[in-house]
T-cell receptor, first 111, second 115 residues
Framework: GDSVTQMEGPVTLSEEAFLTINCTYTATGYPSLFWYVQYPGEGLQLLLKATKADDKGSNKGFEATYRKETTSFHLEKGSVQVSDSAVYFCALSDLNYQLIWGAGTKLIIKP | KAGVTQTPRYLIKTRGQQVTLSCSPISGHRSVSWYQQTPGQGLQFLFEYFSETQRNKGNFPGRFSGRQFSNSRSEMNVSTLELGDSALYLC??????????????FGSGTQLSVL
């Protein structure tokens, strides 16, 4: 079945560092791909998405590119802030439009 | 526009008891999904309701059930609680089924502790 694999956390970085959180997937067909973010004490919220190969999703300085050839959707940000500390979830949409979730990666940014 | 509201925010129960959690979706949203979040298992899908009918169900025992009312508000119930049911229960709403289900709006969750 469809699945999403994310790099294990926690990922700890200093403020202004470059961020990459790896995400790879296995799916039937060509699913839409998503990154959701969960800030402490809150529910998840959609961060960005891409619906087809080579699409780039972006929001709040974060970017991810849909790479069909490597079945990946890595999340990147050029300069992280303390306020980016959160748990990041990669997900895909299956043939029934149900979201299949990765395990989540906790990001800790130190000032 | 109010977001997804879940009540209560925290709940402490003992083994064998039952619990009911409530979720009010964003106004106009007709689909409600429930998830269980634990440190070990991550985010696991429980079920989805639309038009007062369960449309999808995850791999959970029958002790977990839910319902949706005509105003789209939803409740989930867990009977005969076990220690392993301790988790954050998240409710998410979306405008409709199908592709609209890809953009979920989550509540802050109900933290359930089973002692």
């Amino acid at each position: 079945g469809d699945s999403v694999t994310q790099m294990e956390g926690p990922v700890t970085l200093s403020e202004e560092a470059f961020l990459t959180i790896n995400c790879t997937y296995t799916a039937t067909g060509y699913p839409s791909l998503f990154w959701y973010v969960q800030y402490p004490g809150e529910g998840l919220q959609l961060l960005l998405k891409a619906t087809k190969a080579d699409d780039k999703g972006s929001n709040k300085g974060f970017e991810a590119t849909y790479r069909k050839e490597t079945t990946s959707f890595h999340l990147e940000k050029g300069s992280v802030q303390v306020s980016d500390s959160a748990v990041y979830f990669c997900a895909l949409s299956d043939l029934n439009y149900q979201l299949i979730w990765g395990a989540g990666t906790k990001l800790i940014i130190k000032p | 526009k109010a977001g997804v509201t879940q009540t209560p925010r925290y709940l402490i129960k003992t083994r064998g008891q039952q619990v009911t959690l409530s979720c009010s979706p964003i106004s106009g949203h007709r689909s409600v999904s429930w998830y269980q979040q634990t440190p070990g298992q991550g985010l696991q899908f429980l079920f989805e309701y639309f038009s007062e009918t369960q449309r999808n169900k995850g791999n959970f025992p029958g002790r977990f059930s839910g319902r949706q009312f005509s105003n789209s508000r939803s409740e989930m119930n867990v009977s005969t609680l076990e220690l392993g049911d301790s988790a954050l229960y998240l409710c998410a709403s979306s405008l409709d089924r199908g592709r609209a289900n890809e953009k979920l709006f989550f509540g802050s969750g109900t933290q359930l502790s089973v002692l």
